[in-house]
């Protein structure tokens, strides 16, 4: 099995082929901050080939057009989680986003980019690429309480990537503390490990907004 090294920070993607080349089909005209073209371009990173015969349309359409990969309820290190539908008054064009890290509770972490157009500075930085958390005990919708939510998306479900990924992933270094009061203890109303890396969630946002990642 190949070691999984999870992508926690924007670290690396500016410019790299991945993203920005042709290769990727998302670009430049559905590029970054974008969750199709970041997807797209995080599997090809994982698995070291770019995934030919993925899904190139709206996050939405991916669930029901990734035949030629295996899927499943259950996430994976790599996976693809799909969502359909989308917050009231939106496009409901649906998500996607990539399994990054999975505790012993079930929990998971993904990483993920949403799509902006816009030219307001601070949300383009924390559009571009962000961290969440969500449960298993709801059908990981968990994942719709935070600073970009997903309120009124449905999980799918997760398209597996092609690379079979040890468990025991490389959790990579230590991104260390970043400015900025954390956010208040919500009362127990995530397990205890999910509540510490939606702290650290909080903490990489602190850093994109006061432009450390410019």
């Not at 410019?15 to 559905?30: A, E, I």
């Not at 015969?53 to 030629?68: A, E, I, K, R, Y």
Request: a neutral charge; charged letters at 15%.
């Amino acid at each position: 099995m190949a070691t999984y090294t999870p992508r926690l920070s924007r670290s690396g993607m500016n410019g790299s082929q991945y993203w920005y080349s042709n290769t990727n089909p998302l670009y430049p005209t559905f590029g970054l901050p974008n969750c199709t073209c970041y997807a797209w371009g995080r599997t090809w990173e994982n698995s070291g080939s770019p995934p030919y015969g993925f899904p190139t349309g709206d996050g939405g359409t991916w669930w029901n057009h990734s035949d030629n990969y295996q899927r499943g309820q259950v996430p994976k290190l790599g996976a693809v989680l799909c969502m359909s539908g989308g917050p009231a008054g939106t496009s409901g064009r649906g998500h996607v986003a990539v399994v990054e890290q999975i505790y012993s509770d079930g929990s998971i972490m993904f990483s993920n980019s949403g799509y902006y157009r816009g030219d307001d500075p601070v949300k383009w930085n924390n559009l571009y690429f962000y961290l969440r958390c969500a449960s298993p005990s709801d059908n990981y919708q968990s994942g719709q309480h935070g600073y970009y939510g997903y309120a009124g998306y449905n999980i799918q479900g997760f398209i597996y990537n092609p690379v079979d990924f040890d468990p025991e992933i490389d959790p990579g270094p230590d991104p260390g503390p970043g400015p900025g009061p954390e956010p208040p203890d919500p009362g127990g109303q995530y397990p205890t490990r999910l509540l510490l890396f939606k702290k650290q969630i909080y903490r990489n946002q602190r850093r994109f907004i006061d432009g450390l990642y410019l």
